[in-house]
């Protein structure tokens, strides 16, 4: 069974960084695309930012220029950059797999407070 297990998240000042990582234990094959969403407090899961098999990114307009997302497929682990952050970038972040066939795979999330 595959699992996704966030970890980096935490409290940080405005203007300050995290690190997210994303790792995905079990047998998985066929990544077609990994990618980061934000969950608001009371708002709807969005995209933040992904990251195809053939190397293509992507990114939500209001992280353009401040995260960036990275891999390592050796080791099936995705990496989210967040730079300059701000308050409106607190939330829960998610990690998201998409497979071959369909299949989506989603870790439980890491809370990310950005406040002073």
């Known amino acids: 069974q595959v699992q996704l297990v966030e970890s980096g998240g935490g409290l940080v000042q405005p203007g300050g960084s995290l690190r997210l990582s994303c790792a995905a234990s079990?047998?998985?094959?066929?990544?077609?695309?990994m990618g980061w969403y934000h969950q608001a407090p009371g708002k709807e899961r969005e995209l933040v930012a992904e990251?195809?098999?053939?190397?293509?990114?992507s990114y939500g307009d209001s992280v353009k220029g401040r995260f960036t997302i990275s891999r390592d497929n050796a080791k099936n682990t995705v990496y989210l950059q967040m730079n300059s952050l701000k308050p409106d970038d607190t939330g829960v972040y998610y990690c998201?797999?998409?497979?071959?066939?369909?299949?989506?795979?989603w870790g439980k999330g890491t809370l990310v407070t950005v406040s002073s």
């Open positions: 998201h797999f998409e497979r071959l066939g369909g299949i989506e795979n």
């Open positions: 990251i195809r098999a053939g190397g293509a990114t």
């Open positions: 079990g047998s998985i094959f066929g990544i077609s695309a």
